[in-house]
């Protein structure tokens, strides 16, 4: 499924040149890719790549099919590609254990054609291994909405009260993490919006309500998954003294001014970049001690412009995958 120009409907294409993996590179079957919410914003031209038409897509499973010379997977690999596609590996943040802020970083799904096909070529080094006991449909939200809540999560330190603003595919992750650890959930979501508020409390959430309003108590930390700048400021007043709030998306509209008297006394706003190969680490060794179970809605690979349209108008529990093959489905 090809992205010809921003604002335009992916198009189905049968003339893709199959490109056969260079030094360090693979060629991947592509099982399954989950849509994410960053898909909108390439498709809606909010973030823009170097070049156009290009494959979207960046939480790709599937199965080594090929490997360049020096590319440390085999053939038959069941492996995981993520949001991030390369680093150049010397710039200071890639030598100081921040890759995700790499200068020259490359993207799959943007700069580099991603997973709405059935098959794709990626850099051997930022592919992984996939645990064990999760299918293909299953594993592949963990692949980036997983990825960055993990990473999200992380920068609330060890807060034990936490606000998850808006309930999609993150924070269905997320939410399971976090009561693993012992912490408290509470889900933020738009007000009539009651059947993700249900959703989120089938999963363990003590509380769901309205966004603009506030949670029973005060938060000690608080992410906004949404992509709606005035939850900031929402999630500011809900905060408690030094509480932080963690922005999780790529992208967002325009955070609305507000008085200092929210900020003060020690609160903070910051916000996720990315990922790191540390993090997926991280997460799919985690996901199967929780358990993390992801809740999923299939479509098929022409299908990924209804994919799209039901993620934006929030018609589904949990993640939208686009699969590739029947095999996924089993």
């Given at each position: 499924m090809v992205l010809d120009t921003p604002g335009t409907s992916l198009r189905l294409a049968h003339d893709v040149a199959e490109r056969e993996p260079g030094p360090g590179e693979v060629l991947v079957d592509v099982h399954a890719c989950g849509v994410c919410r960053t898909d909108l914003h390439i498709r809606d031209g909010e973030l823009r790549a170097d070049r156009y038409p290009l494959i979207p897509g960046h939480q790709v499973v599937g199965t080594v099919l090929a490997a360049g010379d020096a590319a440390e997977l085999e053939p038959g690999a069941r492996i995981g590609i993520p949001w991030l596609g390369w680093t150049d590996g010397d710039c200071r943040y890639c030598r100081s254990g921040r890759e995700n802020l790499c200068v020259g970083a490359r993207f799959t799904g943007l700069d580099i054609d991603g997973g709405y096909a059935t098959r794709t070529t990626a850099d051997a080094r930022y592919c992984f291994p996939l645990p064990a006991g999760y299918g293909d449909l299953e594993v592949a939200p963990l692949l980036c909405a997983g990825l960055i809540g993990h990473r999200a999560l992380g920068l609330t330190g060890d807060a034990e009260r936490l606000g998850l603003y808006g309930f999609g595919s993150s924070a269905h992750i997320v939410c399971q993490v976090a009561l693993h650890q012992g912490r408290r959930v509470f889900a933020l979501t738009r007000a009539e919006d009651t059947a993700s508020q249900a959703f989120a409390r089938s999963l363990g959430c003590e509380w769901a309500g309205d966004a603009m309003g506030r949670a029973p108590e005060e938060l000690d930390a608080a992410i906004v998954f949404a992509p709606v700048g005035a939850l900031v400021p929402a999630a500011l007043r809900a905060l408690a003294p030094g509480g932080v709030v963690v922005?999780?998306?790529?992208?967002?509209?325009?955070?609305?001014?507000?008085?200092?008297?929210?900020?003060?006394?020690?609160?903070?706003?910051?916000?996720?970049?990315?990922?790191?190969?540390?993090?997926?680490?991280?997460?799919?060794?985690?996901?199967?001690?929780?358990?993390?179970?992801?809740?999923?809605?299939?479509?098929?690979?022409?299908?990924?412009?209804?994919?799209?349209?039901?993620?934006?108008?929030?018609?589904?529990?949990?993640?939208?995958?686009?699969?590739?093959?029947?095999?996924?489905?089993?």
């Open positions: 922005c999780a998306g790529i992208h967002m509209s325009d955070i609305p001014s507000f008085p200092y008297a929210d900020l003060w006394r020690e609160r903070s706003i910051r916000s996720v970049a990315n990922l790191t190969r540390a993090d997926a680490r991280e997460l799919l060794d985690l996901a199967p001690r929780v358990p993390v179970r992801t809740h999923v809605t299939a479509y098929a690979l022409e299908r990924a412009n209804d994919a799209l349209a039901d993620v934006r108008a929030g018609r589904l529990e949990g993640a939208a995958v686009v699969v590739t093959r029947r095999t996924a489905l089993q």
